[in-house]
């Protein structure tokens, strides 16, 4: 990193809208109002240095200050930044974050930009983590626990995998080195160590400073200037060790067994590393390469929804590893004992395009896609999170790309598309996998003990590159949709409109003869985009636990392939000119379609619901690849102590029940292709049936387009069945372990907090909604206490958390507990201290300080949140489905916040934190 801008040695030109700036120190900032979410900032510091800056000796060191930072400073004595935070609404984790990577350690603040003095200490926060961290012997040695039970947290088996495949693809480099570092350089650490590398690397001309987010662009700039100009450098700046190279030449053959993970082949080719600046012919280059990724990626989705293909999912992309080395690769998940054939297919369609080119049709389709994509980014732009685009900058600055925005990169790009040519296309992706090597991988299969791997593989692929291959035979286009839509709406028989409230707590209901219900909430929070909830039918709160997991499992395999009898390919093309998500969601009270779309988008967007619902398809293939995805996922879990605390934790609270837990494969795989379908012929005519909009659209169009597609379907019979009776498991404790060698463990420690909705109206609300604010509050008490004692003064965990769970659909049900991942030998010390905490709670109480803390950063919350639509939806769902006067409960919610009192939360928590009727699930590694 020079400190020199992308855009001063390129051709390109930055956003004209963003300030870049430069103080005379080397100091760098780039100023960029933006208006979503309204009211806040998003403060990034960018320094440019990261592992690969480290020496043998250091580690580790990098990451090691990412941490120290926080932990006092010039301004901030030890303790007290996070308390900072807390006290101006922030959330430490959420609102103040870091991450520490090869080449960069940024640190992200988001504050709220109405208090001029707040947006200042923000600049100061970041100042004092540039030049004026303590970096005390004390706090280095508080921060050791931590760090060491991060790096535990992160050991799991997919890491260890990742660094195999690391150390076969790069030896010798530096590159294989995690960011976390070696254990030996963390236990050795010293204050003298960390000085060392912070005065050396932490200079004001490796930094820049992103703001993005609502305010005065001249006033802030004027500010960081003032804050800013007084940075130095501290210490001679080191030479960066060499990092080393790829070096591998022609066809290697890797395997690793990884037990218990599903198959997996690969073939990829690696280049010598490359470091080139910005330029038109850059961009160019990288367009063709994602045209080509495109192209090969819609074949291979075109054979893995054949019937009996030999895979169920298969990949391909074109990028750079480490931002360094140009990589090209392809993965395709077998299916059971096909591992063979996968690799034939692999290599067969690898070189079909190679020898035989990409089509024409072909190219159009992905022309088509890419231009419309450079629209759609075009119109969202103005609803996109401030914090997303700090990012996109900070990632364009540390690769050495210009940053532009979104109406440059249409005016570039889409001239750009018409005129390249199927020669150019075909030429650079030739290129992308002409770098002088093979890698070719077999994971998660077992082979034959008598058998050499490598030579098994080996073999394969030499017997599938004498298959004859000739060239593609492009599909035709799908045509959709393909269901018939009335002209007419529906009958609606009466319109509701919540206007009593303040605003913005307003709604409106249509219903319709058919039983239909449509609740809208139009607002323009997030300018051009709208939220749809479809549900219908019997929720997870009326279904038994063996039901529930059908339910869910269904909707896993529906999520694998297009909508209807669209293959997953074919929606993609069908979508390729619009912008929507589209998923399936089981929810307490009802089965879930959930898009999210522009509103040009919303007719499309309706004929995808309505096709979904009224013409569900499910193909083997689909089945096949849910049933691996939850394989793979109860797998990883088994190997981690979150995992398992998720897996088996949740249910043990439950006294058996999954309704909160993770699908278990063994339960899964019981649920045959056809129990799918027959749950589907059954369970998607049921109603209640609720569409709930959320977004920036006409009422009247919203109604007009609701009563077409739903207000004109037969009345369906209403689901029944009564809600399902969990139970918590009192006084009761139960140990599980981690399935393969590891050095993870966890506690799992709660207390039943039930609710019970009496109905009873009080001031400021109904009784039981008042208590649900303050158990949220208390919850945010006992987290806070929780990072104090458990990472700070213990350091026995990384990220210990407070967890509330309940609600009015299980009737009786619900608990309050700590989830806490750390190091085995730590869970007696853990569960002990939990325990102390707890006591202290109901003992001396909460303190007034502490609650005024909580307080501050849940108004924060709340007055960010109804800024972003996922808040209306959420609650536009519950009042449609559970709290029919949940508008009216969610407009008390700050002034039930505000009136609450430290003596009111020691009452809540005598009330419920009672340690004899505490659940203690505990996770050891499988050796204890």
Partial sequence: MDGSWPHEHSSLRPNPDAVFGRLENGFRYVLLRHGAPKGRAALYLDMQVGSLMETDAQAGIAHYMEHMVFNGSRHFPPGELIKYFQSVGMRFGSDANAHTSTQETVYKLQVPTSDADVLHQGLVVLSDFLGGASISEQEVSNERGVILEEKIARDTERFRASLRRLNF???????????????????????KLLRGFYDSWYRPELAVLVVVGDFDVQALEAEVKAVFSSAKARGVRPEVPAWGDASLKGVHFYYDRRPDASGMVSVEALHPRKYEHDSLAVQRTLIKGQLAVRMLQARLMTLVDREGSPCIKAMSRIGRTFSLFDNARIIAIPREGQWKQAVHLVENELRRALDHGFTSVELQRAKKFYGNYFKQSL?????????????????CLN???????????????????????????????????????????????????????????????????????????????????????PSYSGQSVERFEEISLTKPYCYQRTEFSNGFSLFMKNTSVEKDKVFLNLSFGRGTALMSDKEQALARFVLKVLRNSGVGRLTSLQQSQVLAGRSIDFSWKAQSMGLGLYVSCLRSDLDMAFHLLRTALLNPVVRQNQYDAALTQVKNDNSQQANTSSGVLSMKGKRFLAEGAGHFADLDYAEVETFSLKDVRNYISSAFRQGPLFLCAVGDFEPDVMENLAGRFFGTLPEWKAADGDPV????????????????????????LAVPVPYIDSGENVSGGHAVYVEQVKLRLLRRVLADRLRVNLRERLGVSYSPRAILKNSVLYKGYGYLGVQVETEVGNTEVVEKEIRKIMKDLTDSGVTAEELNRVVRQSLALQKKVVNRLGYWNSLL???????????????????????????????????????????????????L
């Fill in 877 to 927: 769902y519950t009042t449609a489905r559970v709290h029919p006067d949940g508008f009216e409960r969610a407009a008390s919610a700050a002034r039930i916040i505000e009136s609450v009192s430290a003596q009111d939360m020691t009452v809540l928590a005598r009330k419920y934190l009672m340690l004899d009727n505490a659940a203690l699930f505990t996770v050891l590694p499988s050796d």
């Fill in 169 to 191: 693809l790069l030896p010798g480099t530096r590159f294989v080195n995690p960011t976390i570092g070696v254990e030996s350089v963390i236990k050795g650490a010293n204050a």
């Fill in 379 to 395: 119109k969202k732009e103005t609803a996109r999170d401030s914090a997303d685009i700090a990012q996109e900058i900070v990632a």
């Fill in 725 to 748: 009776k969990l139970h918590f498991p009192v006084g009761q404790s139960e140990t599980a372990h981690i399935k393969h060698e590891s050095s993870q463990a966890g506690v799992l």
């Fill in 399 to 485: 690769q050495d790309r210009v940053y532009q925005s979104p109406s440059q990169t249409y005016e570039l790009f889409l001239p750009m598309l018409s005129e390249l040519t199927l020669n150019e296309v075909n030429a650079t992706f030739r290129d992308a996998w002409d770098s002088g090597n093979r890698m070719v991988g077999l994971s998660g299969v077992e082979l034959d003990a008598k058998v050499e791997p490598e030579a098994e593989l080996s073999a394969v692929w030499t017997a599938a590159s004498k298959d004859p291959v000739v060239a593609w035979k492009a599909e035709d286009e799908v045509s959709f949709p393909y269901l018939k839509v």
